[in-house]
Structure formats: C-alpha cells, structure tokens
C-alpha cells in the first residue's frame, strides 16, 4: 500500500508563517522575482473569487480586487518541506516527494513495525506530523493522492482504499486529478472536451484506442485511472552542509560577490566534505524587504577550486532583485574526490591534455568539426613543400 | 577532413627573357635569394618539374615561387 501524506496549500501556508489568519481572506503567493508573472498557491476565499493558481496577476486582481499578495519563500518552503520529510523518515519510511506538500511512502515494509497493518503506519504517520495534514492509503501513489485529497484534517482517520475497490473509489472522480502529473498537465481539458469526464469513463476507453488518440500519455492516464501506477522512487536523505552569512546592512553589487566568496570558502573547508567536489550548490538569499530567493547552480564539472565556483556564482548572485540580509550557500550534490585537486596534480602535461580536450570539444560545439586541426608531419623531409604536413583534427580526449 | 599544408597557389608573375621573375602581383623583384629545381615522379604518369624562385621584393617581403615546367603557370608557395 502507498500513503499519500498531504498538505494543501503548502507553500502558501509556508509563505504567510504566524500571519496563518491571510488563509481566510482571499490571498495569492506573488511570482518569485524575475519569473513569469502568473499567481501561485491561492487561498479557499481567492478560489471562491475564481482565481486559480498559474493565471495571470492581472486577471486575478481584476477578478478579486481585494486579493492580497504574498511574497513567495521558497527557502522557507524548503526549510519547513524538509523537516517534515525527516520526521516521515525518522519513523522508517523511504519517502518520494517532487514538490513541496506531497509526499509519498510504501506502508509494506513497516507494518511489521506498526502493528501488522495499514493503519497502524497510518497512526505513526499522524503522530509524527501532528495536526493539519491529509492521509490516504491506496494501492497505487495516484489513488493515495487521490485518498488524501478526500480526507479531512480535523478528522483523524484517513481514508483507505484497498486493492478491490481502487477502480470503484476513482470510477466517479473527475479527469482533472490527473494534472497531478506533470506531464498530463493538457490531458484532461482534451478529455473533457471529448465528453470523457470521469476516471471511470476514462478506464472504459480501449487501450489500442486511447493509444492511438494520445500516444503514451494516454496509456499512462489508462493506467492511472485503473488504479495502477509506476513504482515509487524515494529520495536519499540529503547531507545538509550549509553555511550562512548575515549581512551587517543591505547588501548588494560587490559587497554581496564578497560574502559569497567567504561562503564559498567556509564550504570548502567544512568537515563534512571529506575531500569531494561539489557538483551542485543551491544559493539562497533573504530580502530586507520579506521575502527569500532560491536558486540551484549545477556546476560544469564538479569542483573544489575557490576561484572557478566563486567564478560561476557571482554571476547568479548579481541577478539578486533586491537588497538582502543574509546569503547562504548550500550544498546540492557532491561529486566525486580529486577533481579539486588539478593545481596540485603532479602531471602536468596529463592536467593540460585534459584541458585541452575539453576546449577542443567546446570550439567544436560552437564552431564545427574543423574548429580545432593541428599539424601532422607527413614527410618534413620532402623537397615538395605540400607534401611535408597536413591539417588534420585535432585528437583530444573526446577522440 | 583533413588538408595540405603550404599547398601551392597559383600567382601573377611577370618574367624577364630568361625566365626569370621581374615581379610578383605587381610588386617588383628587388633580388633573387635562391633558384633550385624539383623533379619527382619521373617513372609516373604525373611526372612534377618546378623550377624554384626565392625572391626579395620591393616591399621587404620574401616570397617563393614555382613555374610548373610540365602543365605550365605560376605558382606561389609557402615553403
């Protein structure tokens, strides 16, 4: 059995912090700086205004006048998301979750642990998140996040839907729980558009005709619709190895490419590196006016030399909308150990060959394959001078 | 892929009655520095014959220049 543990609004909620009572008035997360302007998570009062996430902030103030913006947090999102995904994992559960306020579990191997059944992981569950949050249990992750979407928080059972009965428990439920996969985001417009409205009616289609009409996102919504669906993939705890900087004043320009070379240096020295590069760090920021900035670099090849993050970094961290008041840098992924160490590597001419080889492989993507030639002697004894080199290309390590 | 370097190319030379370049693209010939001949391939079909120039024009530059004694024409050439 799957669990599906579900915060609606999560984001938003996460945004508002003590000001929770936003909730009842109509409110809507503004876009991060720098994005499209579309609203994101809105509250119940703004939906009864008809404002739904992803329109435009122009249609959405003028459908609700009164709709009150709230600066996004994806730091403190990420901060909240993560702690709740620790307490699923602390009591055993190998957990998936692509977004913040979804969630995903296998209840198989811990009813051993909780009492031989689904509900008791149901109760440990709910015991370690507390209140405020909607379980469903179902064989497959789409009918659990379809269960947890019918539960309610103030009440303590969550609701289970077992093998027999998953195709008559989604049968009466409308196409467009299937836009809680990304890539059936258009599916159930053109559904409803054909007078297919129901999962049930859906699950009626011939595959060979579904097939046809949409290709695999149509199997897949086959699948979904009769209860099946692809197996969970869990994350892998992350090593949190992060380092903060409260910035005396507003900061910006060089003062911030300052900081960040003091981050950046702190990171490389902490323990927990044990000698690895870093392949992906995430950067984030706090505005002195509310409101925090998030953004994940993914290096070229990992790295531990200062100077080259530092290089790639600053070019981000200048994209800053606005003065902050502390700067971190986290690390996303480590790579592997020794790439950091190029300066220091004895073989020099191995170092340069290498190097060498990546800028050949780089003029060529820009410039084609004649980009990069070097001069092979054929006969530099010829008395004919045509004869004693040609160009031919240049053998890096890309071959 | 891959290309001769220092292949010749054909150029505009003026010669004086003993077959001697007076000058080259317009340029006139200040001096000639070397003459040497070339001959391979006399056992083939494409036999090559060049009678070689190293000159020194007016401007400063070396240059060097072939006449191909087999096809005819002149040719300039990196050497």
Not at chain 1, 11 to 31: F, H, I, K, M, N
Not at chain 1, 196 to 225: C, I, K, M, N, W
Request: charge should be positive; proline fraction near 7%; glycine fraction near 10%.
């Amino acid at each position: 059995m799957v669990i599906c543990v579900l915060y609606p609004r999560f984001e938003l909620v996460a945004a508002l912090g003590d000001r929770g009572t936003l909730l009842a008035a109509p409110a809507a997360l503004a876009p991060e700086a720098g994005r499209e302007q579309l609203a994101g998570e809105v509250s119940a009062a703004a939906e009864a205004f008809g404002v739904v996430r992803g329109m435009r902030l122009g249609e959405a103030l003028s459908r609700c006048p009164e709709l009150r913006l709230v600066p996004p947090d994806p730091q403190g999102v990420r901060e909240l998301w993560g702690t709740i995904l620790d307490r699923l994992e602390a009591i055993g559960a190998a957990v998936e979750s692509d977004r913040a306020g979804v969630a995903f579990l296998d209840a198989d191997g811990l009813q051993g642990l909780y009492g031989g059944d689904v509900q008791g992981v149901l109760a440990a569950a709910r015991r370690a998140l507390g209140r405020g949050v909607r379980l469903g249990a179902a064989p497959s992750r789409f009918a659990a996040h379809a269960a947890a979407l019918r539960a309610r928080p103030r009440r303590t059972g969550a609701i289970v839907v077992d093998e027999r009965e998953v195709r008559r428990f989604l049968a009466p439920l409308p196409v467009a729980l299937l836009r809680s996969r990304p890539e059936l985001q258009s599916l159930p417009e053109i559904l409803d558009q054909l007078g297919v409205r129901t999962l049930g009616e859906l699950a009626g289609l011939p595959s060979r005709a579904v097939a046809e009409r949409f290709g695999h996102p149509g199997l897949l919504a086959l699948d979904l619709a009769g209860g099946r669906d692809t197996p969970l993939d869990p994350r892998r705890p992350p090593e949190p190895v992060m380092e903060k900087l409260e910035l005396p004043e507003a900061a910006s320009g060089q003062q911030l490419e300052r900081a960040l070379e003091l981050l950046v240096a702190r990171l490389l020295a902490r323990r927990e590196r044990r000698g690895r590069s870093l392949r992906a760090v995430a950067m984030s920021a706090r505005f002195v006016a509310g409101g925090t900035w998030r953004a994940t670099v993914t290096l070229r090849r990992p790295s531990a030399d200062a100077g080259g993050i530092n290089l790639v970094l600053k070019s981000r961290v200048t994209q800053l909308p606005a003065p902050a008041d502390s700067l971190a840098l986290e690390v996303e992924a480590f790579g592997p150990p020794g790439h950091v160490q190029e300066a220091l590597v004895e073989e020099r001419g191995e170092v340069r060959r290498a190097r060498l080889g990546e800028a050949v492989r780089q003029a060529r993507q820009a410039a084609g394959a004649e980009a990069a030639m070097r001069v092979l002697e054929m006969d530099p004894e010829s008395r004919i001078p045509e004869r004693r080199a040609v160009l031919s290309p240049f053998l890096g390590d890309d071959g | 892929m891959s290309r001769r370097l220092a292949a010749p190319r054909p150029a505009k030379v003026r010669q004086g009655p003993d077959g001697v370049p007076s000058a080259l693209q317009d340029e006139p010939v200040e001096g000639i520095r070397e003459e040497w001949a070339v001959e391979d391939r006399w056992w083939t079909g494409r036999p090559l014959r060049r009678r070689y120039f190293e000159l020194v024009l007016a401007g400063g530059r070396n240059a060097v220049v072939f006449r191909d004694l087999v096809r005819g024409g002149w040719f300039e050439q990196r050497s």
